[in-house]
C-alpha cells in the first residue's frame, strides 16, 4: 500500500467552483509539502506545512495540516482555468523532530478546470 | 536566480541502449535529487547527493543506473542497458540543506521514451 494517498485521483470542475484535495499518512509527518505541476514540465513549490493545526494561505489556494501531523488538505476557492494542473503531496516522513532529507510522494490528483 | 537546469529536455532510444541526463543545480545548493516519475505516478526519488558524497541510493537500480556529483556542482544520471519500464520523466531538484524544512526546486525534467 502506498504510503501517502491521494484523494481523488482526478477532479474535474467548472469554473468558479470550489474543490478540496486530501493527502494523507499512516506516519506522523515531520513536514508535508504540496507541489503543482503542468504536464511535461518540473514541479511549482506551493506551500510547506510543519506544524499540527498550521494552515497556510496564497492566494486563492489553501492548506492545512492535522494536528496529529498525519493529514493535510489544500482547497482552491473560486476556481480558475490556471489552476489546471496535478496536484502532488510530498511528506518528510521523519519522527521525532527530525526531517529525513527526502520526500515521499503521493501519486497526484489531476484537476481540470472547464471554462 | 537562474533555476535548475536538465537536459535533454527529451530522448528517444531503443532498448538496450544507453542514455545519460545532466543536472545543474541551483547555485549554492548542497543537496541534490535525482527522481523518476513514471507517468500517473507521482515522483519516486532514485539518488540523494550532499555535496558530492551520497547520502541515499536504497531505490536505485544499480544493476543498470549510475549517477555522480563531480565537485558537488553538476550531475549526472546515466541508464545502461535501458529497459521499457525506464520510460519515465526523470526530475533533478536542488535544496540549500540536505535536511528539512527547506523547498526543493525542481527542474524541467528529461522525459525519456524506450522503445
Known amino acids: 500500500s502506498q504510503e501517502l494517498e491521494q484523494s481523488p485521483q482526478s477532479l474535474i470542475v467548472q469554473e468558479g467552483k470550489n474543490l478540496t484535495i486530501n493527502c494523507t499518512s499512516s506516519?506522523?509527518?515531520?513536514?508535508l509539502y504540496w507541489y503543482k505541476q503542468k504536464y511535461g514540465e518540473g514541479l511549482i513549490f506551493l506551500m510547506m506545512?510543519?506544524?499540527?493545526?498550521e494552515e497556510k494561505s496564497h492566494e486563492k489556494i489553501t492548506a492545512k495540516l492535522d494536528e496529529k501531523k498525519q493529514q493535510s488538505s489544500l482547497h482552491i476557492t473560486a476556481s480558475q482555468p490556471s489552476h489546471a494542473g496535478i496536484y502532488l503531496c510530498g511528506a518528510d516522513m521523519g519522527a521525532g523532530g527530525t526531517s529525513y532529507g527526502k520526500l515521499t510522494f503521493g501519486q497526484g490528483t489531476i484537476l481540470t478546470v472547464h471554462p | 536566480e537562474a533555476g535548475v537546469a536538465q537536459s535533454p529536455r527529451y530522448k528517444i532510444i531503443e532498448k538496450r541502449q544507453s542514455v545519460a541526463f545532466w543536472c545543474n543545480p541551483i547555485s549554492g545548493h548542497a543537496t541534490l535529487y535525482w527522481y523518476q516519475q513514471i507517468l500517473g505516478q507521482g515522483p519516486k526519488l532514485l539518488i540523494q547527493f550532499q555535496n558530492n558524497g551520497v547520502v541515499d541510493d536504497s531505490q536505485l537500480p544499480k544493476d543498470r543506473f549510475s549517477a555522480e556529483r563531480l565537485k558537488g556542482v553538476d550531475s549526472t544520471l546515466k541508464i545502461q542497458p535501458a529497459k521499457l519500464e525506464d520510460s519515465a520523466v526523470y526530475l533533478c531538484?536542488?535544496?540549500?540543506?540536505?535536511?528539512?524544512?527547506?523547498?526543493?526546486?525542481f527542474g524541467p525534467g528529461t522525459r525519456l521514451t524506450v522503445t
Open positions: 506516519k506522523t509527518l515531520y513536514g
Open positions: 531538484a536542488s535544496s540549500p540543506f540536505a535536511r528539512g524544512p527547506y523547498e526543493q526546486y
Open positions: 506545512l510543519q506544524k499540527g493545526g
